[in-house]
């Protein structure tokens, strides 16, 4: 079993710039993925971003390519999502999960490949 908790989420101005943070505990963390999903108000649950166990390979959703950056520490079981340029449509829950399998080879980017999640952040994005 694998207990998940994110912190870092706030409100935050266009443009800018915010890091969110997911401590794990249970299983040995480096064995296993994790990725970042969200929910705005109305919509439905979107991939963000997913690391694999080593941190060697990451894939991020399209909405975010290129202004989020996924990374892992394992020394610290710890998943970070960097979030910059952040826009008004970034406003959503921001929820860390895991996927136990051991080694995947491929990184996971459907909600239903990982078996944890944690509460959720609020992330607000103002214009």
């Known amino acids: 079993q694998v207990q998940l908790v994110e912190s870092g989420g706030g409100l935050v101005q266009a443009g800018g710039s915010l890091r969110l943070s997911c401590a794990a505990s249970g299983r040995t963390f480096s064995t296993y993925a994790m990725g970042w999903f969200r929910q705005a108000p109305g919509k439905e649950r979107e991939f963000v971003a997913a690391?694999?166990?080593?941190?060697?390979?990451?894939y991020n959703g399209d909405s975010v390519k290129g202004r989020f950056t996924i990374s892992r520490d394992n020394a610290k079981n710890t998943v970070y999502l960097q979030m910059n340029s952040l826009k008004p449509e970034d406003t959503a829950v921001y929820y860390c999960?895991?996927?136990?399998?051991?080694?995947?080879?491929?990184?996971?980017?459907?909600?239903?490949?990982?078996?944890?999640w944690g509460q959720g952040t609020q992330v607000t994005v103002s214009s």
């Open positions: 999960a895991a996927d136990l399998t051991y080694y995947r080879g491929v990184v996971p980017t459907e909600g239903d490949e990982y078996d944890y």
């Open positions: 690391i694999n166990w080593s941190g060697g390979s990451t």
